[in-house]
Structures are given as C-alpha cells and as structure tokens.
C-alpha cells in the first residue's frame, strides 16, 4: 500500500494528478477497503504526511522507480489520448528537476521537456516528439 500511496504522491509532485485528484483516490479507497493505514486517512483530509517516513517525499527524494511509475502513467494516458503534450512536457520538466542529476532518467525526462519546449516555441513541429515519445518512456520504464 506505501508504495501505491508513495506513487499517487509522486504524480501529484509532479502534476499529473491535482490535490483534488489525491483526495479523490484515498477516499475512494477508505471506502473500498475494510482496513487501511492511518495516513490514508491524513491524505483524505489533506493533512500533512511529514512525519510518516514510509511516504516523506521532502526527505527522501523521487527516486528512479517513482519516475519509472510516472513515466507508465504518462505512456498509459498518452496512448489513450488522455494527456496533451504540454502537460507531458510539464511533468517530465517536474520529474528531471527532482531526479539525481545526470542519471539516465534525468537525461530522458530533460530531453521530453526540451522537445515539448521546441514545439511549444514554434521551433519544432510535433511529428517528431510523436515518433519518439513512445521509445523514449518506455526506455525510463525499463532502466
């Protein structure tokens, strides 16, 4: 459960789900769930979760398996047309900025808010980012 928990956490860090969106999830899941831990419940009340060590993002850093989590979330809603190419390059600029630097994910993440970026500048179309977006989050997922 940490670990969906620490997950859903991420993606709101970065954006990809809204405050509501988090909320939304923890009570949906105190409501499917006959037992479920304490901060489920801080999550629900949009309390603080600074002293549960288990889901501390502020001491302890995303990490690669969090970006790997995300970048899947951002593949899924892609694929399925769920998620525009602004908010992919906002995310990856999110992610790249937490992420250890110079670590492949870091190096992939920058490349995706670069290219959104160019696009979002007129200085690139979107065929390209579109051929390679695809690649590009599936190589965070397996590093």
Do not use: C
């Not at 859903?8 to 949906?28: F, P, R």
């Not at 190096?107 to 980012?129: G, H, R, T």
């Not at 695809?134 to 965070?140: C, G, R, S």
Request: glycine share 2%; proline share 3%.
């Amino acid at each position: 459960m940490e670990l969906i928990a620490r997950n859903w956490i991420v993606q709101t860090e970065v954006g990809l789900l809204s405050k509501e969106q988090l909320i939304q999830l923890a009570d949906d899941y105190i409501t499917e769930n006959d037992e479920f831990p304490d901060w489920m419940i801080k999550i629900s009340l949009s309390e603080s979760l600074a002293r549960e060590p288990k889901l501390d993002l502020i001491l302890e850093p995303i990490t690669l398996k969090d970006a790997q989590l995300v970048a899947k979330e951002l593949l899924t809603l892609y694929i399925n047309h769920s998620i525009t190419i602004p908010k992919i390059g906002q995310v990856a600029e999110k992610l790249y900025l937490a992420l250890e630097w110079g670590s492949e994910a870091f190096n992939l993440f920058i490349w995706v808010s670069d290219e959104v970026d160019l696009i979002n500048d007129d200085n690139k179309s979107e065929i390209e980012f579109k051929e390679n977006i695809q690649k590009v989050l599936f190589e965070i997922i397996a590093l």
